[in-house]
């Protein structure tokens, strides 16, 4: 391959690992969120179990409570974490698979790398370099030229 055609490939291989770096991150935060969900709807519901089946019961919606019965405020916080689990274990997919784009990523840079090693030299004597964002692309590169391609 050319110098100009491997630059260029770089720059696709580096585009998808961005990507799929942001990716990754999202849905790590998207589990996060929703294993927060689960876990108040879990306290929650916790609590209502403690409660006589004759208390009084309200359910907040947006600035006002409205009174409910018992089982029905327990109904939903059951709901709410079952969907939260289903949730969890969608998102949980999504990550491996994200996982397994961004190990075929790598291999692919890693392929290109030993195709040509004074692309791995270029690219390591770039000035700038956008640290969050190519980081784990830098370790790779240095994994890389500590092995001696």
Same mark, same amino acid.
């Given at each position: 391959?050319? !110098?100009?055609?491997?630059?260029?490939? #770089?720059?696709?291989?580096? =585009?998808?690992?961005?990507?799929?770096? =942001?990716?990754?991150?999202? +849905?790590?935060?998207? +589990?996060?969120?929703?294993? =927060?969900?689960?876990?108040?709807? #879990? @306290?929650?519901?916790?609590? $209502?179990?403690? @409660?006589?089946? !004759?208390? %009084?019961?309200?359910?907040?919606?947006?600035?006002? #409570?409205? $009174?409910?019965?018992?089982?029905? $405020?327990? %109904?939903?916080?059951?709901?709410?974490?079952?969907?939260?689990?289903?949730?969890?274990?969608?998102?949980?997919?999504?990550?491996?698979?994200?996982?397994?784009?961004?190990?075929? +990523?790598?291999?692919?840079?890693?392929?290109?790398?030993?195709? !040509?090693? =004074?692309?791995?030299?270029?690219?390591?004597?770039?000035?700038?370099?956008?640290? !969050?964002?190519?980081?784990? @692309?830098?370790?790779?590169?240095? +994994?890389?030229?500590?092995?001696? @391609?």
């Amino acid at each position: 391959m050319s !110098d100009e055609a491997n630059r260029s490939a #770089f720059l696709e291989i580096k =585009g998808r690992l961005i990507e799929n770096t =942001g990716k990754m991150k999202q +849905v790590h935060n998207q +589990v996060r969120n929703k294993e =927060g969900e689960k876990k108040r709807a #879990f @306290l929650t519901l916790e609590e $209502l179990r403690q @409660l006589p089946d !004759d208390t %009084n019961t309200y359910k907040s919606i947006g600035r006002m #409570f409205v $009174l409910e019965p018992k089982s029905i $405020l327990m %109904n939903d916080q059951e709901q709410k974490l079952k969907d939260s689990e289903t949730a969890i274990a969608s998102l949980q997919a999504s990550k491996e698979y994200l996982e397994k784009q961004k190990a075929e +990523v790598e291999n692919n840079l890693t392929e290109l790398l030993q195709q !040509d090693p =004074g692309l791995a030299q270029q690219i390591m004597s770039m000035t700038v370099i956008l640290h !969050d964002l190519l980081q784990p @692309l830098h370790r790779l590169i240095m +994994v890389l030229l500590c092995r001696g @391609l």
